[in-house]
Nanobody, 114 residues
Framework: VQLQASGGGSVQPGGSLRLSCAAS????????MGWYRQAPGKQREMVAR??????TNYADSVKGRFTISRDAKNTMYLQMNSLKPEDTAVYYC??????????WGQGTQVTVSS
């Protein structure tokens, strides 16, 4: 199983980006999936998560600006609006099974700068 993240790039403050994460292979019994990010010199932090039942969680810093979603093929998306310089980081997608097995994507860079 591999997760392929895409959609990162450079954008000005206030702009938008949409990240995608596609899974190759079959993942059984998904518990949750989502996005983490890591900025230089900082710990990796959870950004958004979507549970198997559809409930979502967001970091306080992105609530109201980011939206996580997924499709029937378990491709997940992170719509990021009103981006701020502090959103600059490498974004990693993950999938976690009910057996606590975690798959990570390779990371995609998001840079917010004027």
């Amino acid at each position: 199983v591999q997760l392929q993240a895409s959609g990162g790039g450079s954008v000005q403050p206030g702009g938008s980006l949409r990240l995608s994460c596609a899974a190759s292979g079959i993942i059984f019994s998904i518990n949750d999936m989502g996005w983490y990010r890591q900025a230089p010199g900082k710990q990796r932090e959870m950004v958004a998560r979507i549970w198997s039942g559809g409930d979502t969680n967001y970091a306080d810093s992105v609530k109201g600006r980011f939206t996580i979603s997924r499709d029937a093929k378990n491709t997940m998306y992170l719509q990021m609006n009103s981006l701020k310089p502090e959103d600059t980081a490498v974004y990693y997608c993950y999938v976690r099974t009910i057996y606590d097995q975690i798959y990570w994507g390779q990371g995609t860079q998001v840079t917010v700068s004027s």
